[in-house]
C-alpha cells in the first residue's frame, strides 16, 4: 500500500467539491483553521461552479480532480463536502500520477467512492471531517485531522458499549459509509474486506435498509474473512409506520455476531461533530475490551 508522506510547514493543500455544491462563505471558516495550522490553501478552478445541486458539472468536477492529482505543489486534496456526486466522475480520474507522486486525499460520505477506489488502486487515503464541517467540529476532531496530515500516529481511544465482541487484530484498515459501500458492490471501486478491518457508518437511513444493505454485504462474503469490525455514528435512522423492530446497531450485529472478529460500536468517526480521522490502506492495531476501544494507526 502507498502511503503519503506527512505533511510540512508551508506546504499547500487543494480543496475540491466531487459532490454537492458550496460557496465561498461556506469554506471561510476551514480556510481559516488550515491557514492558522500554517498551511496554504489553493481552490479548484471550478469549486464554486453550479449545476442544480452539483458543485460544476461531471466534467468541471472531474477537472478539478484531475487538476489536485497533477499539480506536484498540491500535497493533499480535501473534499469540500460529501452529498451525492463522486461516482459520476470516478471514472474519468486519471490516478496514475497519485502513485508515483502520492498525496492525501481526504473526506467521508460519499467521499468513499474515492477511498475505496483508491483502496483497490493500493493508495491509502484518509476519512476525516470535511471543510464544510469546520464550524461545527469538536477541537478533537479537527486536532485529529490535523495530527492525521502532520504525523505518523494517530490514535483513537472510545469507551465500552454492550454490543461489543473483545479481541485484538492488527489489519489494513478499510471502509466508509455502508450505504456508498453498498452501491459499489461489484463494480471496480468494490471494497475489498478479505483480511482487513472494516469501518462502517451511515445517516438518515430507513432501518430496513440497513438491514438490505448488510444482507447483501454478508451474502457477497464480506464478513466470511474479516479480521474485525468497526461501527461508527449510526444516526437519524427512520423507520416505518409498523416498526422494524430493532434499531440500526441491533441489526448489524445480527448480522455479524456469528463471526469471530471482534467488534466495537459508537467509533468517533462519521456523520458527527466529533469525526475523527481514519486513515484507509495502512496496517492498524485494534484492540476491544472491557474497558473500550483503542485504535493504533
Not at 55 to 68: F, H, K, N, P, Y
Not at 120 to 146: R, V, W
Request: proline share 3%; net charge negative.
Amino acid at each position: 500500500m502507498i502511503l503519503p508522506e506527512k505533511l510540512k510547514i508551508g506546504e499547500k493543500i487543494g480543496i475540491i467539491s466531487t459532490a454537492r455544491k458550496i460557496t465561498l462563505d461556506e469554506l471561510a471558516p476551514a480556510i481559516k483553521t488550515i491557514e492558522s495550522w500554517e498551511l496554504k490553501v489553493g481552490l479548484g478552478p471550478n469549486l464554486f461552479e453550479v449545476d442544480n445541486q452539483f458543485s460544476g458539472t461531471i466534467e468541471q468536477r472531474s477537472i478539478d480532480l484531475q487538476t489536485m492529482i497533477d499539480n506536484d505543489s498540491i500535497k493533499a486534496i480535501l473534499c469540500a463536502r460529501g452529498g451525492y456526486g463522486t461516482v459520476q466522475i470516478i471514472d474519468n480520474i486519471d490516478f496514475s500520477k497519485l502513485k508515483n507522486n502520492p498525496k492525501w486525499i481526504v473526506g467521508y460520505s460519499d467521499v468513499t467512492v474515492l477511498h475505496s477506489h483508491l483502496n483497490k488502486l493500493g493508495i491509502a487515503s484518509m476519512h476525516a471531517t470535511m471543510p464544510i464541517n469546520f464550524k461545527t467540529n469538536t477541537k478533537e476532531s479537527l486536532a485529529s485531522l490535523k495530527n492525521g496530515l502532520f504525523e505518523n500516529e494517530n490514535n483513537i481511544l472510545c469507551g465500552p458499549h454492550p454490543f461489543n465482541k473483545f479481541g485484538k487484530v492488527e489489519a489494513e484498515f478499510v471502509g466508509g459509509n455502508l450505504s456508498i459501500l453498498y452501491s459499489l458492490l461489484g463494480s471496480n471501486s468494490d471494497v475489498d474486506t478479505d483480511g482487513k478491518i472494516l469501518f462502517i457508518e451511515d445517516l438518515d437511513e430507513y432501518l430496513y435498509h440497513i438491514d438490505r444493505m448488510m444482507m447483501n454485504l454478508k451474502r457477497n462474503g464480506k464478513f466470511t474473512r474479516l479480521k474485525g469490525l468497526v461501527v461508527g455514528c449510526i444516526s437519524n435512522m427512520n423507520d416505518n409506520a409498523i416498526p422494524f423492530g430493532k434499531k440500526a446497531e441491533e441489526i448489524i450485529l445480527a448480522h455479524t455476531k456469528e463471526f469471530n472478529f471482534p467488534i466495537c460500536f459508537g467509533f468517533p468517526a462519521g456523520h458527527l461533530d466529533d469525526n475523527r480521522a481514519l486513515v484507509f490502506g495502512k496496517e492498524c492495531t485494534l484492540e476491544i475490551n472491557e474497558n473500550g476501544v483503542i485504535l493504533k494507526q
